[in-house]
């Protein structure tokens, strides 16, 4: 993270005002606002956004809708979403130390004990990255409506959610009383308090969703390629009828990732497979050949909000080797998105100034 | 009887000069931001006087005073964003604006969707993640498929959407009022109030993040967001912020919602929540109120991966851009 100094409101001089003025003069009787950005502040000029768009659903009409490329280094954006990040917070006055608090993950499955971390460092700016000591580190898991479903004492001794003694890493397990029903999943804030040796304490709001989704994925893939596109099936044991999405990131055999693909569909319980549709041009475009990876598949119940999240399955099967020349190189040509640019490329500055 | 005829040829020749611009102009779709009671969803007024203070009014400048038309929604600002009030409600009556349907103060777009018409929808605040759960949830593929209204209609009739301080990632503010937070961070509750539903849904946690349950956007979100911060309540927020809402969330950025950026190191378009359509604009001197009612003429400054071209490149980010310019007057300069 990068520290910057917060800019404040400033006492305006007349010099903008009579600007201002001069602009909504200007604009009453309908002169064309870009003359006069342009006379009143020859430093920049905004580029025409008509044109912009237009330009991007063009590119982005190469793909269908269900699945995209990634740009070489890209990260694994099915992966990142069931990341849980880190927050930080600091406490009110100069020598307020800082708390950062995070789950071990965006959600959890019943009845899976639920991990929470946090750190305690300052005081103040110049303690940034130096440990606090702490004195008490605790917390309040609650409701949306506030109301506490239980409470937690974060250690850092090595024992249970605690990965190593002494690191300065405080960690607790939460287990949801047996009596609370999260449904099909709920949101659940941690709010956490820290207190210093030397007295200061700091504040902050975690969270986490904590589900039971009505679906599970069994282990089982199979792969193909349709029409010159790589369809990986996972396959879905389903408990309870309902709507369920599907998402994946598929990599090259070293790790790196390619494009991702998402389905959804109702189904009833029992067996079923669930298609992963990654077009073909994405390999074409990174000349990438066979065999690939599985890097993440992320499945949900999606029936209401909130979603019930699976866990992720991460590098969850390796396809076999498909050589590049049967994958397509022909563009999507997303209608929806060509009728986008179409209509923005037939407004002002559509096509460019 | 003569001099009426030429007044009347005068008039229609006028009209035939301006009806081609007129009605290739964009149409302006206004959606609000949290909201502490219900009143913009069930006053037409309230949803309109959120874009005014005093004499200066948002959608007359950013229309170039009316010279385009325009639409206001009313949605019920207290829920999530996800809710039926909230993204379902926005999702309709931004169809019966592209259906030349009236608002609630009898306004209405000057062309239908099937007449030609285009149209922009400008956000502000938690319209940002209401409009990234409708074009997030456009198609059958995604996660929450036209959960409680027609959001693949809304995703393919509009052309963008720009969203103003959006709360993309939530609002520390929004982690201070629904936490222990101190007395200081408290004073945002001047802003937000109190933890309700909308509010715990704003919250940085990833768990209640529209991220988690949207696809990319269907269609591109364009980023503008206030860096004017508001004593104490900005002592509360990480890095340049607008007294409510955070650099990491105005600008939809990946990893933490709570990391520290400003106008030179902001997240750029490849960095985002979504690996696409979340594309950066430009940074306003101007607090989370003065963004939506036009109140504050200040500076502007590029920010990575922004709009503004200086000697026909981009401009390098955190350069000054603008001296005295609304993000009001901004929009008006971006059609």
Not at chain 1, 293 to 319: C, G, I, K, Q, Y
Not at chain 2, 38 to 49: C, F, H, L, Q
Not at chain 2, 150 to 167: C, D, E, K, N
Request: glycine fraction near 10%.
């Amino acid at each position: 993270m990068t520290t910057t100094k917060k800019t404040l409101d400033t006492t305006r001089s007349a010099a903008p005002i009579l600007a201002s003025a001069a602009a909504a003069l200007l604009l009453l009787l309908g002169a064309a606002a870009p003359a006069l950005a342009q006379a009143a502040d020859p430093a920049g000029t905004p580029a025409s956004l008509a044109a912009r768009a237009a330009a991007s659903y063009r590119q982005a009409a190469r793909y269908p809708d269900d699945s995209r490329p990634l740009p070489p280094g890209a990260d694994d954006p099915v992966r990142a979403k069931r990341l849980a990040q880190p927050h930080s917070h600091a406490g009110a006055g100069e020598g307020a130390p800082v708390i950062t608090v995070w789950a071990g993950a965006v959600s959890y499955e019943a009845p899976h004990p639920v991990e929470l971390h946090a750190t305690v460092d300052g005081p103040g700016a110049a303690g940034k990255g130096r440990r606090a000591v702490v004195a008490t580190l605790t917390g309040e898991v609650v409701d949306s409506s506030g109301e506490l479903v239980g409470t937690v004492t974060y250690r850092d001794d090595g024992e249970g959610a605690d990965r190593r003694a002494g690191d300065g890493v405080y960690s607790a397990l939460f287990a949801l009383p047996a009596d609370v029903d999260p449904g099909l999943a709920t949101s659940y804030g941690v709010r956490v308090r820290a207190v210093t040796a030397d007295g200061a304490f700091v504040d902050a709001i975690d969270g986490f969703l904590y589900g039971k989704p009505k679906a599970h994925l069994t282990g089982n893939f199979r792969d193909a390629v349709v029409d010159g596109n790589l369809v990986i099936e996972a396959e879905v044991n389903v408990e309870e009828a309902g709507r369920f999405h599907l998402a994946g990131t598929v990599g090259d055999v070293k790790g790196n990732p390619l494009g991702w693909a998402q389905a959804a569909a109702r189904l009833e319980p029992g067996s079923h497979w669930l298609e992963l549709s990654f077009y073909g041009l994405m390999f074409q475009e990174r000349g990438a050949s066979g065999p690939f990876r599985l890097l993440s598949a992320a499945l949900s119940t999606t029936t209401a909000m909130p979603n019930a999240l699976n866990d992720l399955v991460e590098d969850a099967h390796r396809t076999r080797a498909y050589p590049l020349a049967r994958f397509t190189g022909r563009p999507f040509d997303n209608p929806g998105l060509l009728q986008a640019a179409e209509r923005l490329e037939g407004a002002p500055g559509g096509r460019g100034k | 009887m003569r001099s009426r005829v030429l007044t009347g040829l005068l008039l229609a020749a006028a009209v035939a000069l301006a009806a081609p611009q007129a009605l290739a102009q964009p149409c302006f779709i206004f959606v609000h931001g949290k909201q502490t009671n219900t009143n913009t969803y069930t006053s037409y007024s309230a949803a309109r006087s959120y874009w005014v203070s005093g004499s200066r009014d948002f959608v007359a400048t950013a229309t170039r005073n009316f010279t385009a038309s325009y639409y206001v929604v009313g949605y019920n600002g207290t829920r999530p964003y996800w809710d039926a009030q909230a993204a379902g409600e926005v999702a309709n009556e931004i169809v019966n604006a592209t259906n030349g349907g009236n608002d609630g103060g009898g306004h209405h777009c000057a062309l239908s969707y099937a007449q030609g018409g285009s149209f922009w929808v400008i956000a502000h605040s938690m319209g940002g993640p209401v409009m990234d759960f409708i074009l997030g949830n456009d198609d059958a593929s995604d996660p929450n498929y036209n959960f409680n209204g027609p959001y693949s209609t809304v995703a393919s009739r509009i052309s963008l959407a720009i969203t103003l301080s959006g709360a993309h990632r939530g609002s520390e503010g929004a982690d201070a009022v629904c936490g222990n937070g101190s007395f200081l961070c408290n004073f945002i509750a001047q802003f937000i109030q109190s933890c309700d539903d909308a509010t715990w849904w704003l919250r940085s946690s990833d768990d209640v993040q529209v991220k988690t349950y949207s696809n990319a956007p269907a269609r591109n979100v364009y980023l503008t967001g206030g860096y004017e911060a508001i004593f104490g309540a900005s002592a509360c927020l990480s890095g340049e912020d607008d007294g409510v809402v955070q650099y990491a969330s105005i600008y939809a950025c990946n990893g933490s919602a709570t990391a520290s950026y400003d106008n030179s190191n902001v997240c750029g378009n490849g960095a985002k929540q979504e690996s696409s359509g979340f594309l950066n604009l430009d940074g306003a001197h101007e607090n989370h109120d003065d963004i939506r009612n036009d109140s504050d003429r200040d500076t502007r400054r590029q920010v990575p991966d922004g709009i503004w071209t200086c000697g026909g490149s981009p401009c390098a980010p955190n350069t000054q851009v603008q001296s005295s310019m609304s993000s009001a007057q901004f929009v008006s300069i971006l059609w």
